[in-house]
């Protein structure tokens, strides 16, 4: 039982938020001795009691089933450790500065992994003025292609979404880059440090 929720965990998190059993009762349309026998662990809330019951107490489903708030202890990121996620079902590209668990189309996504670049994946670089113009030279057809390129800075990602049929090209500002990535739909994530 203790992988679904427990009433300990609601009891800590209804007097973290200074609530009574009758305040958070009355919020979630159920009796202040319902609450009381989960808290003392003769029962627990019905699934469908889930949201409101995390509603109630401001914190997210995933919190009430750890039994814990989660509150941001990052004090500075690094995007060194910069991870991206693509979906296999829609084409979304999903970016974390640190490791994550992201889902989308109701699947769990790993974080891509780099790749060792290779003659068919080489990633061309030119400055052009303030730019640089990045270029793969790269089939794009609907079946295999590129579907993103992105600059890694040193605060910041600018990522362009690549469509079959088009060029894989983008281009980018100089100022802060650090690193370029690459990402084709049969062969992975390539990297070029700049």
């Not at 989960?38 to 997210?60: R, T």
């Not at 052009?128 to 295999?144: A, C, G, L, R, W």
Request: charged letters at 25%; a negative charge; proline letters at 4%.
């Amino acid at each position: 039982m203790d992988n679904y929720i427990t009433g300990a965990a609601i009891k800590r998190l209804r007097e973290n938020k200074k609530m009574t059993q009758d305040e958070l009762a009355q919020k979630i349309f159920v009796s202040d001795k319902t609450i009381s026998k989960w808290e003392n662990g003769h029962g627990l809330p019905d699934i469908s009691l889930m949201e409101p019951l995390a509603k109630a107490l401001d914190i997210s489903v995933i919190e009430l089933f750890s039994g814990n708030e989660v509150r941001n202890q990052n004090r500075s990121s690094n995007m060194k450790k910069i991870q991206f996620y693509t979906c296999p079902v829609c084409g979304n590209v999903i970016q974390s500065t640190g490791e994550a668990v992201i889902s989308c189309c109701g699947i769990t996504l790993p974080p891509l992994e780099i790749e060792e670049l290779d003659e068919e994946h080489k990633i061309q670089l030119e400055k052009v003025e303030d730019e640089y113009y990045v270029s793969i030279d790269h089939p794009m057809t609907k079946e295999h292609y590129i579907s993103f390129i992105a600059a890694v800075y040193d605060n910041g990602v600018e990522l362009t979404k690549l469509y079959p049929e088009s060029s894989a090209e983008a281009r980018f500002k100089i100022s802060r880059a650090k690193f370029l990535l690459a990402y084709c739909n049969h062969h992975g994530l390539f990297k070029v440090d700049i």
